[in-house]
């Protein structure tokens, strides 16, 4: 969800082009939100924090009508009855998860007990890679496969590891595209020689939001953009695209997703800062704006639908929604298995700021 700021900043906006001193100048708009997902990201936030800069928290809530839908339209009906009941089971667990209604073990923080029929029982990664993307090899390179599965997981250090060992199945050759670092000193840093970061430091960084430092990638990989290039060709934050071919200073892509489907595009390197770290210095790293797709975050999985997930879970989810957004991205209760290390398989968390919905 967008920080409220940003919604602050278009009504303000709209004010002074209309010269209208009304919410958005009197223009009517359509915003929306669901505020059962993730919640603003505000690095090192508290909890109210988070839930302060909601868009429910500003001024312009009360200038709005809320118009609530009722229907999961993503859990697909059939002409089963008994597949009917149990998709509308699924369905009111999800909601029972989301408004964190959903039974909490006794004398534990938000743990909760998942059913068993959506859990792996052992704790083998490859099981759940297996579930995934059964086929592997049989459907190299093919876009419908690709587009509709992804395993998911909270953090990027995972994604990558979990896109890593999916590749390995993966034939053919890796090509190797390395980033071009350069640094800023911050105001804070007392360091006067920044030559002492060395190129190998600075491409070994793993920052969310950057690409690698090191792209490895294969023909018939899928990828997930991270900038918006071409929003009119379809280029936007979150499309996931196929690789198609390499070359020195682009990548040949198809996407995979939305209106633009089968497109071919080239994706150039482009030039990248965080908006916010932790470093003692400022980090521009010139690489290809996208990442290997066979795992995304849950944060990132936001607005896609799936027909087949899986959700990692080496340590639990740490943000309100994180847990919901993952178990809802499926069309059906039988596309999705869990994988919780850990003794106890089927226990984990599921965060919810209550809140949020007053």
């Not at 000193?185 to 920044?194: F, G, R, Y």
């Not at 069309?331 to 003794?343: A, P, R």
């Amino acid at each position: 969800m967008i920080h409220k700021f940003a919604f602050e900043a278009l009504d303000r906006t709209f004010r002074d082009v209309t010269q209208v001193n009304k919410p958005f100048g009197g223009k009517v708009f359509v915003f929306g939100c669901d505020f059962r997902q993730v919640l603003p990201v505000i690095p090192h936030a508290s909890r109210a924090e988070v839930v302060s800069a909601s868009l429910s928290r500003s001024y312009l809530w009360r200038c709005m009508k809320v118009m609530k839908l009722t229907i999961n339209m993503r859990l697909c009906q059939t002409d089963d009855i008994h597949e009917n009941l149990r998709q509308r089971n699924f369905a009111e667990f999800l909601l029972k998860i989301s408004n964190g209604k959903y039974p909490v073990i006794p004398d534990t923080e938000n743990v909760i007990d998942l059913p068993s029929d959506i859990v792996i029982p052992e704790e083998k990664l490859s099981d759940l890679i297996d579930f995934v993307y059964p086929n592997l090899i049989e459907n190299f390179g093919n876009v419908d496969y690709m587009a509709a599965r992804a395993i998911l997981t909270p953090k990027n250090d995972d994604v990558e590891n979990i896109s890593f060992l999916i590749m390995n199945r993966f034939p053919g050759e890796f090509h190797v595209y390395p980033s071009a670092d350069s640094i800023d000193l911050t105001e804070d840093s007392n360091m006067e020689q920044p030559q002492l970061y060395s190129p190998e430091f600075l491409r070994s960084l793993r920052i969310p939001g950057l690409p690698p430092g090191e792209l490895k990638l294969k023909v018939g990989a899928p990828i997930m953009l991270l900038r918006n290039l071409n929003p009119s060709q379809g280029l936007c934050n979150g499309t996931r695209l196929i690789c198609r071919g390499f070359y020195s200073k682009v990548i040949d892509a198809e996407i995979m997703t939305g209106p633009h489907i089968s497109s071919r595009v080239f994706i150039p390197r482009i030039s990248l800062t965080p908006s916010d770290t932790d470093l003692p210095f400022i980090l521009t790293r010139r690489q290809f704006p996208i990442r290997v797709a066979f795992s995304i975050t849950v944060n990132k999985s936001q607005g896609q639908t799936l027909n087949r997930v899986g959700l990692y879970l080496p340590q639990p989810v740490f943000s309100h929604g994180q847990l919901y957004v993952a178990l809802s991205r499926i069309t059906s209760y039988q596309c999705i298995k869990v994988l919780i290390n850990g003794d106890q398989k089927r226990q984990t968390k599921n965060v919810v700021f209550s809140e949020i919905f007053q």
